[in-house]
């Protein structure tokens, strides 16, 4: 079992900025790949940005590519989200997640585990 608790959320205005950690126990850490979701009102998940167990790979959705930075520090157990000049439509619930296997990493059913989320809301 891998339990993830995320924390950084809040409120932010737009073109702000804010950073998601999420911190990761039980399991070994660095032996998964982790990744971020979220999910707005009456929308459905949706990928922001995963990274590989050892940190050399990243991906990014389009909506954050530029403004957002996944990374993350294995010796602290820690996954992180920089979000910069953050939009009104960032607005959701960000979840983190842990997959034991690196497939595209862009898709929810790949992940084994999941945090409780932590609200993001952005003001024009």
């Known amino acids: 079992q891998v339990q993830l608790l995320e924390s950084g959320g809040g409120l932010a205005q737009a073109g702000g900025s804010l950073r998601l950690s999420c911190a990761a126990s039980g399991r070994t850490f660095s032996h998964y790949a982790m990744g971020w979701f979220r999910q707005a009102p009456g929308k459905e998940h949706e990928f922001v940005a995963a990274?590989?167990?050892?940190?050399?790979?990243?991906a990014y959705a389009d909506s954050g590519q530029g403004r957002f930075t996944i990374s993350r520090g294995n010796a602290k157990n820690t996954v992180y989200l920089q979000m910069n000049s953050l939009k009104p439509e960032d607005t959701a619930v960000y979840y983190c997640?842990?997959?034991?296997?690196?497939?595209?990493?862009?898709?929810?059913?790949?992940?084994?585990?999941w945090g409780q989320g932590t609200q993001v809301t952005v003001s024009s």
């Open positions: 997640a842990a997959a034991s296997q690196e497939f595209t990493l862009r898709i929810a059913n790949e992940y084994n585990y």
């Open positions: 990274i590989s167990w050892n940190g050399g790979r990243t």
